[in-house]
């Protein structure tokens, strides 16, 4: 069974810039969640994509988005990158709501110059 | 403001010993408790869920739940070398909302 795929591995941004990553869940999940991981804030909540609609959404300001689509794969968008944005951003992957686990892509690098 | 506590690290542990992790959460309507080991420059993979109250034992790795007490711990039995890694507990709350919560995680080093 293929895991939850995350594209792509890396990539370095400028400032100002925008970025799309793209997650693909296990087949059969419809929950995908977004996070960003960084040093010194550790694993935060971005939002959560259940069936196209977006259920949850953390506290994040507006340049971030994403979109879920009818095969559940997602997709988040940053604009106007900042330097705080560098971060490894994970998407996780599960059937549905409570006592079902989470599954973690390989996550995206990103670095903004 | 829903907060998950991980005892802070970094912990030492000889090899064969054995390595105690715990966590504490605020939000009493969480429902599913999940640990994941995290390698240096790698995602997190799952190790072990729980549910509810008491022990849950997957070869090495025994999870301990108490909801009453709000604590939800992880030992590893006869540590290896391979265990070094960090070690994040995550907390789903309730709701029909799939949103994790994750302490900042305890380095643990397994010492040969």
Known sequence: ?113 | QKEVEQNSGPLSVPEGAIASLNCTYSDRGSQSFFWYRQYSGKSPELIMSIYSNGDKEDGRFTAQLNKASQYVSLLIRDSQPSDSATYLCAVLGGGSNYKLTFGKGTLLTVNP
């Open chain 1, 1 to 113: 069974k293929a895991g939850v795929t995350q594209t792509p591995r890396y990539l370095i941004k400028t400032r100002g810039q925008q970025v799309t990553l793209s997650c693909s869940p296990i087949s059969g999940h419809r929950s995908v969640s977004w996070y960003q991981q960084t040093p010194g804030q550790g694993l935060q909540f971005l939002f959560e994509y259940f069936s196209e609609t977006q259920r949850n959404k953390g506290n994040f300001p507006g340049r971030f988005s994403g979109r879920q689509f009818s095969n559940s794969r997602s997709e988040m968008n940053v604009s106007t990158l900042e330097l705080g944005d560098s971060a490894l951003y994970l998407c996780a992957s599960s059937t549905s709501t409570g006592y079902t686990e989470a599954f973690f892509g390989q996550g995206t690098r990103l670095t903004v110059v």
